[in-house]
């Protein structure tokens, strides 16, 4: 089975801090993604990388920046967490057809 | 072009009985349509996917069906239990290099025992 782990099911951060999310997967696929999930906007995506050092920006990307250093592992990065950012996090990953697999979710809380 | 248009918002079905939910896109190139269930406090799950090809595709009580010429898909859902109460998402993409998914905004379904 496809296995997309995030590096924390919960967190709370100060306005202002650096803010480092992790999601690292096991079935060498070459696209991974972040998205933040709010009530009534559904799933938005933030950035998505389809290679090593390669990303894109999504839908929302202002206030984030990401890392893609090795294959499996992409890190979403709040470079200064602001309350509007509270929200739940989630980390796909897909190979070049099929489907994406989730991780289970973070939800940061900025206060 | 890149939107997916997801309906009805919520649905309350009846233990038993057949919940579905519709979905339509606009981007022909799409050759990819799955659809994710998520459960509270948890990440999507991928439930079923079609490709253009066929009209319809059945995994258990789950079917997808593709209407190209409309660009629809729909899902229903047979006998429908209250262990299936949960948010369903359709989506769209291309099996390509470098491309991301497109989701509709979410159908939160309610079977009633």
């Known amino acids: 089975d496809v296995k997309v782990t995030q590096s924390s099911r919960y967190l709370v951060k100060r306005t202002g801090e650096k803010v480092f999310l992790e999601c690292v997967q096991d079935m060498d696929h070459e696209n991974m993604f972040w998205y933040r999930q709010d009530p009534g906007l559904g799933l938005r995506l933030i950035y998505f990388s389809y290679d090593v050092k390669m990303k894109e920006k999504g839908d929302i990307p202002e206030g984030y920046s990401v890392s893609r250093e090795k294959k499996e592992r992409f890190s979403l990065i709040l470079e200064s967490a602001s309350t509007n950012q509270t929200s739940m996090y989630l980390c796909?990953?897909?190979?070049?057809?099929?489907?994406?697999?989730f991780g289970q979710g973070t939800r940061l809380t900025v206060v | 072009q890149q939107q997916v248009k997801q309906s009805p918002q919520s649905l309350i079905v009846q233990k038993g009985g057949i919940s579905i939910i519709n979905c339509a896109y606009e981007n022909t190139a799409f050759d990819y349509f799955p659809w994710y269930q998520q459960f509270p406090g948890k990440g999507p799950a991928l439930l079923i996917a079609i490709r253009p090809d066929v009209s319809e595709k059945k995994e258990g009580r789950f079917t997808i069906s593709f209407n190209k010429s409309a660009k629809q898909f729909s899902l229903h859902i047979m006998d429908s239990q209250p262990g299936d109460s949960a948010t369903y998402f359709c989506?769209?993409?291309?099996?390509?290099?470098?491309?991301?998914?497109?989701f509709g905004p979410g159908t939160r379904l309610s079977v009633l025992p």
């Open positions: 989506a769209a993409s291309r099996d390509n290099y470098g491309q991301n998914f497109v």
């Open positions: 796909a990953s897909r190979k070049d057809r099929g489907g994406a697999f």
